[in-house]
């Protein structure tokens, strides 16, 4: 069982920056594609942004490409998110998702296999 908790969420102003941590307990953290996603109230969760294991690939949703950076450090079993040019329609909690399958980086929240609890981010205009 993979246990993933995430850090870094708060307030920011629009045009501001967050960086969002994800620290895994797993040791085996790079077997696994890391996401993130979030949800905003009312709203179904949304994927953001995904990271293949050894960082060869990304994969970005295009409201934040160009603005939002994923990477990875495998040694110290973390995933991040780098989030600049912050907009009010950026609030929401965000979450970090692990996958163990095999294959390409994944959209889908259903292809994920273990989730963090999230953290709020709130962008104000």
């Known amino acids: ?34 996401g993130w996603f979030r949800q905003a109230p009312g709203k179904e969760r949304e994927f953001v942004a995904a990271i293949s294991r050894l960082r060869s690939k990304t994969l970005y949703a295009d409201s934040v490409k160009g603005r939002f950076t994923i990477s990875r450090d495998n040694a110290k079993n973390t995933v991040y998110l780098q989030m600049n040019s912050l907009k009010p329609e950026d609030t929401a909690v965000y979450y970090c998702a692990a996958d163990y399958k095999l294959g390409e980086p994944r959209r889908s929240s259903s292809e994920y296999d273990y989730w963090g609890q999230g953290t709020q981010v709130t962008v104000s205009s």
């Open 1 to 34: 069982q993979v246990q993933l908790v995430e850090s870094g969420g708060g307030l920011a102003q629009a045009g501001g920056f967050l960086r969002l941590s994800c620290a895994a307990s797993e040791r085996t953290f790079s077997s696994y594609t890391m």
